[in-house]
C-alpha cells in the first residue's frame, strides 16, 4: 500500500484545500469510469423490463415505466434461434452439461500433471511442460479444422461428449499450470518426508497434497468454467441443432433475421447467458482475479 | 557384526556433473556419523542417497547387512528428520507422527500405543491434537523427531534439522539429540554446516568438499590431526592458524622460521626431526598459542609477538597479530593484559602443531 | 514388478495428457500446415502443391481488410488498454476507500462472455434506438453516431467494446504491480522529497516492466484471437469491413467449404502468435529454470 499523504510542510493552509480537491477530483474521475463500466449492465436490464413499444418511444437510458418480465420469459422459452423457438432454456442446459464435466475432467487432470510435473520430475519433464504450456497459446483456428474432421471420425461430431472432449483438451495447459505453480510452492522436503514415511506417489497425492489443494482448486474451476461457459468458437464449431452452447443461442437469437427485432428479449438472453459467470464473479471474485493474473503472470 | 551402514564406492552425477566422487563410508551399530561441509559439498546429496531419494549412479550401499542399493525409501527400515520439518500441514501433530504406520497398515492400537510413548519421551503430549502451522520451531522440531522416533528404524538421517532454529534454541535441541542418541543406543547420520554440531554430536565425523570426502575420523582426530588445508580450516572456531613458513630440518630437530611484519622473523625449533621439506604451511589452533606457562604443552617455544587486535570473548580473550602474513589468533586468558601496539610473550605448542604442504595442502606429519 | 509400477507411474500419469497434446495441439498444427499447401477446396487432399493458398491469400482483398483490421484494432485495442488501465491502477492505489466495489464494477465484464458484451454494445450502438437517438431526444437533432454501419468506423466500435471488456483487467494485473513495489524504496523516496509523479514515472512504473510485458501478451493474444465479439457486434460488415483474419478463417472454413485457405490463415494467424508469444515463454522459462 503507497501512501502518499505525506508532502513537505509549505503553506499548510494551501495544500489542504489543494488536497482536497484533488481528492474530490479523483473520486470523479473514478465515478465516470464506474459508470462507464456499469452502462452496458445498466441498459441490458432496463432494456430486458422494458416493452417492445416503450423501447421505440423512449430513451435508451430512461428506467422503464412499466415493468414487464415478458421478455424474459420469451427469453427462457420462447425465443427463435433460427426454426426452433424455444428459448435459450434448452441451450443454458447443453451449456451446463458441457461445462459441469469438461471442469471436472480437466481439474482433476491439472491437479495430477501439475503434481508430477511440480514434485516427480524426470528427464524430460521440462520439456513436456513446455509443450503443455506452450499448446495454451496457440490460436484455436489451427486446430479447428482437423478436429472437426476427427469429432466426425470418432462419431461424436455435433455431441456434447464432442464439446466437453474438445474443451478438456484444450483446458489441461491452463489447468497443468495453475496446479504446477501451485504445487513448486510446496516443499520438496515433505515429498520426501512421506515416501520415507512408506507412502507412493498417489497415497502422496491423496493424503498430502489434495487436502492442500482448495485454493487453487477453487482459482481452477472457476477458470475453466469461465472459459467453457463463455466459449464460442468451439461451440459454433462443433455443435449443430440441439446441442448448441448457449453463447451460440444467444447469437442466433439476436441475429435471427425473421420477424420483428426485439431488443428486450435479446439482452433479456443475454443476461440470462451471463448470468452463471458473473454470479461466479460476485461470489468468488478473489478466486476469479487470481487465476486471470496467475493465467497470464506466470508464464 | 557387519557393518550398520557400508557404502562402497558411490558415485552420483546429475548428468555430466558430477556430485558425490567414489565414497566410501562404513559405521557400526550405535555410530553417529555427522557428514560435515560447505554448501554445496555434496552432504545433502549423500544423504538422500542413503534414503534412497536419490538414486545413485555406481556403487554400493548396505543397510543392516543388506543390499539397499536399488530399494525404495520405505523398504529401507529408515527414518529421516528434515531441514524444514516437512510437516504435513493438513495433519495434526497425532495424524503427522502415526502417518507412516497408517501406511504400512499398522493396526489402530499398536499406532495409539507407539505414539504416546514418543509423545511422552519428547513432552509433546499437550500439542497432539494441533495442526503443524499452531506450533512453535523448538515444537515442529520435536514433532519431526517423533515422526522418526515411532518407526524405531535401524537408521536414523538428519538433514541440517537445527538450522531453522534461533541460537539458543539449536543448543538446547543439540544436547537433547546426544542425549536421546546415548539412552536409545540407535545409529545415526547427521548432515549439517556447523562444525560445532559436528564435532559435539558425532562418533565419526566425515568432511566432504565439492563431493569428495576429506577425511574420515572421531572428533579429535579431525580437529587434531586434519588431513588437509581445508578440514584444518573448516573445523575448529576460531579456525587454525594457517601460518606460511620456512622449515630446515637436521638430526636435533626442525628449524621453523616464521615471517614477521617489521622485525625479525620467529625461530621455533620442533624437537622432532619431521623431514619437512623448506616450505610448509603451519597450522596451530589458538589455543596452542598462549600466555608461557598458562597451559601444559609439550613443547612449548617462546616468542615476542606485536599484538594488532585484542578481542574480549569473555571466557577467553583473542590476541590477533600478523605473521608469516597472515591474521594469526591466539587465545589467552580473560584477564590478559595484551594491549594493541605492544608486544605480547607467547608460548607456541609444537607438540601440537600440523604442518601441511603449501602447494597440495595435504597433512606432512 | 511393483517398483516399476511406483517407479513409473508419474510417467503413466502424465502420458495421457501429454499425448493428448502432442496429437491434438501439435498433430492438429502439422496437419493444417501441411493441409495449407494443398489444393483442398471442400475436402481436404494431401499432395504439396506448394504456397498457392498463400498466394491466394495475399490476394483476396478481404484478407487484406482483415490483416489491417486485425492491426489497426491490435494497435488501438492494446495502447488504449494499457493507458486506460494503467491510470486507473495509478488512481485506485491512493487509498481509495471504496476501492474494492470500484474494482468489482471495472473488472465484472471480464467475467463475460463476448457474445454477452458483442450483443449490448450491438444493441448500445445501434443507431436507430441507441446513442445516437437518445442525445437526439435531447434536442440535439443532428447528431451522428452511426460507426456501427458506417464501413470506414465500424471497427472502432470493436475496439470500443473490446476494450471496455478488458480495460479492468489490465487495471487489476497493474494494481498488483503496483501494490508489490518493495515500499522500503518508496519510503525513501518520500523522505527524499521526491514529489508524487515522480516516485511512479521514475521508481514504481518502471520496476514494473515485467507486468507490462504480460499485459501486452495477454492482450495482442485476445487480439488476435478476436472472433466472438466481431460475430455478435457486426458479424465482420457491414460488408467485410469488420473482418479479422479469425472470422476470415471461420468463413472459409465453415460457410464458403474453401478448407485451403481456412488452413492457410489460421497458419498466419499462428505464425503472427508464434512471434509475440514464443520469445516471451522462452525468457520466462529460462528464468525459471535458472
Known sequence: MTDFSMTPAHSRQQTRWGKIALRWLLYLILGVFAVYYLMPLFVMVTTSLKSLEEIRTGNLVALPRDVTLDAWKTAWSGACTGIQCDGVRPYFWNSVLIAVPAVAISTLLGALNGYVVAHWRFRGANVIFALMLFGCFIPFQVVLLPMARLLGLMGIAGTIPGLIFVHVIYGLGFTTLFFRNYYVTIPAELTKAAKVDGAGFLRIFWSIFLPLSLPIIVVTVIWQFTQIWNDFLFGVSFSQAGTQPITVALNNIVNSTTGVKEYNVDMAAAIIAALPTLLVYVVAGKYFIRGLTAGSVKG | ?365 | MSKWIEDHLPKVVLAPSFIAVLVFVYGFLIWTAWVSLTRSRLLPKYDIEGVIQYKRLFAAPRWDVAMNNLFLFGALFIVISMVLGLLLAILLDQNIRTEGAIRTIYLYPMALSMIVTGTAWKWILNPGLGIEAMVRSWGFENFRFDWLVNPDMAIYTIVLAAIWQSSGFVMALFLAGLRSVDTEIIRAAQVDGIPTWRVYSAIIIPSMAPIFLSAFIVLAHLAIKSFDLVIALTGGGPGFATDLPATYMYAMAFSRGDIGQAASSAMIMMGVVFTIVVPYLYSELRAKND
Open chain 2, 1 to 365: 557384526m557387519a557393518p550398520i551402514l557400508d557404502i562402497k564406492n558411490l558415485t552420483k552425477n546429475y548428468g555430466s556433473v558430477e556430485i558425490l566422487k567414489d565414497i566410501n563410508v562404513a559405521i557400526d551399530q550405535g555410530d553417529f556419523l555427522v557428514l560435515v561441509g560447505p554448501s554445496g559439498c555434496g552432504k545433502s546429496t549423500l544423504l538422500n542417497c542413503i534414503a534412497g531419494l536419490e538414486p545413485i549412479s555406481g556403487g554400493s550401499l548396505h543397510i543392516g547387512g543388506q543390499d539397499m542399493t536399488d530399494v525404495s525409501p520405505k523398504d529401507r527400515d529408515i527414518a529421516m528428520v528434515f531441514q524444514s520439518y516437512a510437516l504435513y500441514p493438513t495433519m495434526s501433530v497425532a495424524k503427522n507422527i502415526t502417518f507412516g504406520m497408517k501406511v504400512r497398515g499398522v493396526d489402530a492400537a499398536t499406532q495409539a500405543s507407539k505414539l504416546a510413548t514418543v509423545a511422552k519421551q519428547l513432552q509433546i503430549e499437550k500439542l497432539l491434537d494441533r495442526r503443524p502451522g499452531q506450533l512453535s520451531g523448538g515444537q515442529r522440531q520435536r514433532v519431526a523427531m517423533g515422526r522418526a522416533l515411532v518407526r524405531d528404524p535401524k537408521l536414523f538421517l538428519f538433514d541440517e534439522p537445527l538450522s531453522n532454529l534461533d541460537a539458543k534454541l539449536r543448543v538446547e535441541m543439540r544436547t537433547e539429540i546426544k542425549e536421546l542418541h546415548q539412552r536409545l543406543g540407535a545409529s545415526m547420520v547427521y548432515v549439517t554446516h556447523d562444525q560445532i554440531e559436528a564435532m559435539t554430536l558425532a562418533t565419526k565425523i566425515v568432511v566432504m568438499k565439492g563431493g569428495v570426502i576429506q577425511q574420515v575420523g572421531t572428533p579429535s582426530e579431525i580437529y587434531n590431526r586434519p588431513a588437509n588445508l581445508f578440514v584444518a580450516d573448516f573445523m575448529g572456531n576460531p579456525a587454525m592458524n594457517l601460518i606460511p613458513a620456512k622449515a630446515r630440518s637436521d638430526a636435533a630437530g626442525t628449524r621453523i622460521e616464521i615471517a614477521r611484519r617489521d622485525s625479525a622473523p620467529i625461530v621455533l625449533t620442533d624437537s622432532q626431526n619431521r623431514n619437512l621439506p623448506e616450505d610448509v604451511v603451519l597450522g596451530v589452533r589458538p589455543e596452542d598459542i598462549a600466555e608461557p606457562g598458562a597451559r601444559a604443552a609439550a613443547n612449548a617455544q617462546e616468542a615476542d609477538c606485536l599484538v594488532d587486535i585484542v578481542e574480549p570473548a569473555g571466557a577467553d580473550t583473542y590476541v590477533v597479530m600478523q605473521l608469516g602474513g597472515k591474521h594469526v589468533t591466539a587465545r589467552l586468558h580473560a584477564e590478559t593484559d595484551a594491549t594493541p601496539g605492544k608486544a605480547q610473550r607467547l608460548a607456541f605448542d609444537l607438540g601440537k602443531v600440523s604442518y601441511f604442504a603449501p602447494d597440495t595442502g595435504q597433512r606432512l606429519n
